[in-house]
């Protein structure tokens, strides 16, 4: 009997999930975009800095990252110089202006881009 529950609870084990440890968490994502010196200056700014979740699937390479920034970087509304991508993470951020942009406007703008990728942003977190 004791052998049939230690087969039963081992085979139930073994059909877990397994549990991510890093990269798959709101945390780890906004770690791998977060940049000290775009947030002291937004702050100052009286801007926000805007974390999001970089969602679908394309291929990670240094294209992609450089296309991801210049998206960015060309977007009405993100501040100049602020945008960061992690591929590896699958996120990005940047900072704006709230008081001139919105940012579900910036996030209408910035997903219509992404989408001929396949890829579209979901928000994590603003820092104010």
Not at 13 to 35: L, N, S, W
Not at 66 to 77: D, F, K
Not at 80 to 99: I, M
Request: net charge positive; hydrophobic share 50%; proline share 2%.
């Amino acid at each position: 009997m004791r052998a049939a529950i230690a087969v039963a609870a081992w085979l139930l084990a073994a059909q877990a999930a397994p549990a991510f440890a890093c990269g798959y968490c709101v945390e780890d994502k906004i770690a791998a975009t977060y940049d000290h010196a775009v947030l002291t200056r937004a702050v100052v700014r009286r801007h926000e800095v805007a974390f999001f979740s970089l969602e679908g699937s394309a291929a990670a390479s240094a294209q992609l990252q450089r296309e991801l920034v210049q998206a960015l970087e060309s977007t009405r509304g993100i501040d100049t110089g602020t945008a960061r991508v992690a591929l590896e993470s699958a996120s990005l951020s940047f900072a704006y202006d709230p008081a001139r942009h919105t940012l579900g406007a910036i996030m209408n703008t910035l997903n219509g881009k992404l989408a001929v990728k396949g890829l579209s942003v979901a928000l994590l977190k603003t820092l104010k």
